[in-house]
Structure formats: C-alpha cells, structure tokens
C-alpha cells in the first residue's frame, strides 16, 4: 500500500495567532497595564476585559502556535501521517471564529443595560464557546488518529518517550474547551458580564499545567539536539513527565472548587506544587539548555546528518541565518527556572505553615509571558522558515529588537509585583519607575509581537525559497 503523503504546513496558524495576539490578546494588555501603572479610573469593562485578554493570549496566541505546529511536527515525529488533511484548515476557522467573535461580544456586554442587546450578546458569547469546543475536538481526533492509530511497527522510539506530554496536553485541552464553553453559557443564562471565577482561575491553571508547559517539554526534548546542539536525551523522559504529572494533580486539586477534603488538600498541593516545579528544573538540568555542560553524543551528530539528508538541505549551519533566536530560547527557560524556584520555594515553606509571599499573577506571568512567549517567538523565527522551505529569517536585527522589547517588557510586567510594598513606599524614585514600567510592558509586548509578525511575514512573502 502506498504511503499516505505528510500534510503541509499552515500558515495560516501564525497569521491567526499573531492577529489575534496582536489586535487582542496584547492590545488589551497594552491598556489593562496602562490603566494600572498610570492609575487611570478602571472603567465598568476592566474585570471582562482581563477575562477576555486571558482567554485570547491563551488559545488564541500559545494555542494556536501549538495547534499549528504540533499538526506538522507531531505526524513527522510519529511516522503517521494525518488522517484527515482537509480538517486542518477547517479546524482554525472553527476556533478563529470563535476568539473573534468572544472578543467582539464579551468585550460589548459590560456597555449594555439589561435590555435586549445584552440578552442577544451574552448568548453570542456562549456560542463562540461551542464553536471553539468543536475546533479543539477535531484537531483532539486529529492528534489522537496520529498518537495512537499507528501500528506498533511504525511506533518510532523517540516518539514514544515523549508521548506522555503530548498526552497530557490532549487532557489538557479537552478539559479547559469544556469548562470555558459551559462558563460561557452559565454567563449568559445568569445574565452575568464575567463568567465565574473560580472555575476560571482553575480552568487556566489547567491549560498552564497540562497544555502549556507540558507541550513545551515534549518539543524542547525532541527539537533542540538538533536546533541547539545539546545532547540527545539519556534520561528518563517518561518518568519525569509522570512525577511533574503527579505533582501537578496534587496542585491543581486544591484549586478546584469541588474538592471535599479542601482541609487536607491544602498539605497535599504543597507537596504536588514542589513535586512539580522540582521536575520542571530536573528537566532544564537534563537538556542542559541553559549551562550547556554536557557533552553532545555520537547520536547526537548522527541525528542531525540523517535530518540534513530527510530534509535536502546542504548541512545544518550554526543557525546565524535565524539570527540571534536562541537569545529567546535561553531568556524562555531562565524565565521557567525562575518561576519553578519560586513554586518549589512556596509548597516548602507552606508545609512548615510559613507563608513565602510571591503574588500568584507573578508566578503565572512568569510562565506564560517570560517562557512561554520568548519560546514562541524563538522557534517561529528558527523553525517556520523551514517550514516554508526558505532558508533564512528576513530580518536577524529584527530578531534581536524582539527579543529585547520582549525581555523588557516580561521584566516590567512582574517587577512592581515583586518589589516590597516597603520599598516602594520609602523609595519614590524606585515606586515610581516600577509603576511606568507595569504600565508600558503591555504596550512592549504588543510592539515585540508587530515585529515578530513584520520578521515572519516578510520572510514568507520576500525571500526566496
Ligand atoms: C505585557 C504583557 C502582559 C500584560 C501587561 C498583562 C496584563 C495582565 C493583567 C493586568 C492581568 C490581570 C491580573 C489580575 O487580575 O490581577 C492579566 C491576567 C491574565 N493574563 Fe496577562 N498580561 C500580559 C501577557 C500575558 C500573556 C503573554 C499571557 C498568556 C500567554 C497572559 C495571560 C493572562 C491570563 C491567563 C490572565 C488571567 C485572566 C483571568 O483572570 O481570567 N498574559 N494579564
């Protein structure tokens, strides 16, 4: 029987997630963090429109990114082509549709009186919810067709050891669409113009934990060897993505609001969230992508010959085409060390009853902005170029003013967090820097994201193949 052709790369997903990235997801940034640094009056929208920022940076911006990368890398990686090609574009207008269409009609609510326009765009909300629902459950079918429909022969073993965290971020994905979907529809039948809280909060601990950063460790241990020259992994891939999988249950568990043995789960998640963010730094160590002390196998330089030879390319080069993207990989994983310290630091002291004051906006940032966006950026500016079969980024200067707005712009959004109000109080001077700088990171995030987008777009569209 003849083999079944590798679907293509799509584009289109970059495109969407750095649209909606950019005219969403940072835009209401730039102002949520304008208001806040410059203490500007908040305004009847403000607790919508950070409900709405969360839910576009999260599936529109990362998710997306992940969405359209993992449907080329995935099938690559497991040797099993997708079984359904035509779905893959389908899928991003199901979801872009709906991060669209939340945006307009959420963002709208808070300015209506009870009346009829409110009714009609509360339940115009709850229907962007379905239509990402189904987005996330075919590009689910789509993935699982290509994880687990493959015959045992074809099951490649580096595969293999990274499919747990691919596993997780299918759980992941399927549980923060169903929440969100339901939240949005409890809004409108209550008549509410944010959806419930608690569920909320929990629903974003879940796609950190399980979608997120998962996600980014099966790439990181399949894609770097090769892209930045570290060793192939030895290690005990699988194992370590059970224990951070356990640690995380045990967090996430006191999150929850249906959880009985809240009393006792408290002791638990201390552990879990130690457990976990101890795995995190287990596995920075492990792919020494940040000391860079091991030494690069004999598989090491086998993989990337045999990759070379699939991919027609001349040799693998040192990378300086893409100019300066590693910066962004580096500054991604200190940014993760940072945050897990900070998590493994919280859970100790919390189980000898002693408070370690870090504000959990902190901590979330820290991942999501510090990590996971500088991963974005790094990999779209090394990896889509190939993708697209050109051979270099258009702009490497571009790539370096990216990296430092985005860099600036993580450390401004979590400085006047971290500073002791004590400090903030007695040192004006400091106070009053740390605020300018809260309330300019989103509009550096947004600018850092129009050149990402400038870099990318020009490369597809001027250089030649
Ligand atoms: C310069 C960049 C950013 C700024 C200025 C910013 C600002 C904010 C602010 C002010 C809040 C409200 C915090 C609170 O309630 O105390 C917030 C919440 C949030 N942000 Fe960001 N953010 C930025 C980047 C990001 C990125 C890159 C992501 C994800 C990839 C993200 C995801 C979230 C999430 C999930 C929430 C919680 C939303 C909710 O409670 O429903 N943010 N952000």
Same mark, same amino acid.
């Given at each position: 029987?003849?083999?079944?052709?590798?679907?293509?790369?799509?584009?289109?997903?970059?495109? %969407?997630?750095?649209?909606?990235?950019? #005219?969403?997801?940072?835009?209401?940034?730039?102002?949520?963090?304008?208001?806040?640094?410059?203490?500007?009056?908040?305004?009847?929208?403000?607790?919508?429109?950070?409900?709405?920022?969360?839910? @576009?940076?999260?599936?529109?911006?990362?998710?997306?990114?992940?969405?359209?990368?993992?449907?080329?890398?995935?099938?690559?990686?497991?040797?099993?082509?997708?079984?359904?090609?035509?779905?893959?574009?389908?899928? $991003?207008?199901?979801?872009?549709?709906?991060?669209?269409?939340?945006?307009?009609?959420?963002?709208?609510?808070?300015?209506?009186?009870?009346?009829?326009?409110?009714?009609?765009?509360?339940?115009?909300?709850?229907?962007?919810? $379905?239509?990402?629902?189904?987005?996330?459950?075919?590009?689910?079918?789509?993935?699982?067709?290509?994880?687990?429909?493959?015959?045992?022969?074809?099951?490649?073993?580096?595969? @293999?050891?990274?499919?747990?965290?691919?596993?997780?971020?299918?759980?992941?994905?399927?549980?923060?669409?169903?929440?969100?979907?339901?939240?949005?529809?409890?809004?409108?039948?209550?008549?509410?113009?944010?959806?419930?809280?608690?569920?909320?909060?929990?629903?974003?601990?879940?796609?950190?934990?399980?979608? $997120?950063?998962?996600?980014?460790?099966?790439?990181?241990?399949?894609?770097?060897?090769?892209?930045?020259?570290?060793?192939?992994?030895?290690?005990?891939?699988?194992?370590?993505?059970?224990?951070?999988?356990?640690?995380?249950?045990?967090?996430?568990?006191?999150?929850?609001?249906?959880?009985?043995?809240?009393?006792?789960?408290?002791?638990?998640?201390?552990?879990? %969230?130690?457990?976990?963010?101890?795995?995190?730094?287990?596995?920075?160590?492990?792919?020494?992508?940040?000391?860079?002390?091991?030494?690069?196998?004999?598989?090491?330089?086998?993989?990337?010959?045999?990759?070379?030879?699939?991919?027609?390319?001349?040799?693998?080069?040192?990378?300086?085409?893409?100019?300066?993207?590693?910066?962004?990989?580096?500054?991604?994983?200190?940014?993760?060390?940072?945050?897990?310290?900070?998590?493994?630091?919280?859970?100790?002291?919390?189980? #000898?009853?002693? &408070?370690?004051?870090?504000?959990?906006?902190?901590?979330?940032?820290?991942?999501?902005?510090?990590? /996971?966006?500088?991963?974005?950026?790094?990999?779209?500016?090394?990896?889509?170029?190939?993708?697209?079969?050109? &051979?270099?980024?258009?702009?490497?200067?571009?790539?370096?003013?990216?990296?430092?707005?985005?860099?600036?712009?993580?450390?401004?959004?979590?400085?006047?967090?971290?500073?002791?109000?004590?400090?903030?109080?007695?040192?004006?001077?400091?106070?009053?820097?740390?605020?300018?700088?809260?309330?300019?990171?989103?509009?550096?995030?947004?600018?850092?994201? /129009?050149?990402?987008?400038?870099?990318?777009?020009?490369?597809?569209?001027?250089?030649?193949?």
């Amino acid at each position: 029987m003849p083999r079944a052709k590798q679907a293509e790369f799509q584009i289109g997903y970059v495109w %969407m997630a750095l649209a909606t990235a950019i #005219f969403g997801g940072f835009a209401l940034a730039g102002h949520l963090a304008f208001l806040i640094g410059f203490n500007r009056p908040l305004g009847v929208g403000f607790a919508s429109h950070i409900q709405i920022h969360g839910h @576009l940076q999260l599936i529109g911006w990362a998710g997306l990114f992940i969405i359209g990368i993992s449907l080329h890398f995935i099938p690559r990686l497991s040797s099993a082509p997708i079984s359904q090609p035509h779905w893959i574009p389908r899928l $991003l207008w199901l979801i872009g549709t709906g991060l669209a269409v939340r945006f307009i009609s959420h963002s709208a609510l808070p300015y209506f009186d009870d009346g009829l326009f409110f009714v009609l765009f509360s339940w115009i909300a709850a229907a962007s919810g $379905l239509l990402e629902w189904y987005g996330v459950l075919l590009y689910l079918s789509l993935i699982a067709s290509t994880i687990f429909g493959i015959s045992k022969a074809n099951r490649k073993p580096p595969f @293999l050891a990274v499919r747990p965290y691919f596993g997780m971020m299918m759980i992941g994905f399927l549980l923060y669409a169903t929440i969100h979907a339901v939240l949005l529809l409890q809004m409108a039948w209550r008549g509410n113009v944010v959806v419930g809280q608690t569920w909320n909060e929990a629903s974003i601990h879940i796609f950190i934990g399980l979608v $997120l950063l998962p996600v980014a460790f099966g790439f990181s241990i399949r894609a770097f060897p090769l892209y930045l020259r570290l060793p192939v992994p030895d290690w005990a891939v699988q194992r370590v993505a059970y224990i951070y999988f356990v640690g995380l249950l045990c967090q996430i568990g006191e999150i929850l609001p249906i959880n009985p043995f809240y009393d006792v789960w408290v002791h638990i998640a201390n552990v879990g %969230m130690s457990l976990k963010a101890g795995s995190i730094i287990y596995l920075v160590w492990k792919l020494d992508i940040l000391l860079h002390i091991q030494e690069s196998s004999i598989a090491h330089r086998d993989l990337q010959s045999s990759s070379d030879h699939r991919q027609g390319r001349r040799t693998i080069t040192d990378g300086s085409e893409f100019g300066r993207f590693a910066w962004h990989i580096y500054a991604a994983y200190g940014w993760l060390v940072l945050a897990a310290l900070a998590e493994v630091l919280i859970g100790s002291f919390g189980l #000898f009853q002693v &408070r370690f004051a870090i504000s959990s906006d902190v901590i979330q940032h820290t991942y999501l902005f510090g990590f /996971v966006t500088n991963l974005i950026m790094g990999v779209s500016v090394r990896m889509v170029p190939g993708f697209l079969k050109k &051979r270099r980024v258009a702009s490497a200067r571009l790539v370096d003013v990216t990296f430092w707005l985005v860099n600036i712009a993580v450390l401004g959004r979590v400085l006047l967090l971290l500073l002791p109000s004590a400090l903030l109080e007695g040192a004006v001077v400091i106070g009053t820097i740390a605020q300018a700088a809260f309330g300019l990171s989103g509009t550096l995030g947004l600018l850092a994201t /129009v050149c990402l987008a400038i870099n990318l777009w020009r490369t597809v569209y001027s250089i030649s193949a």
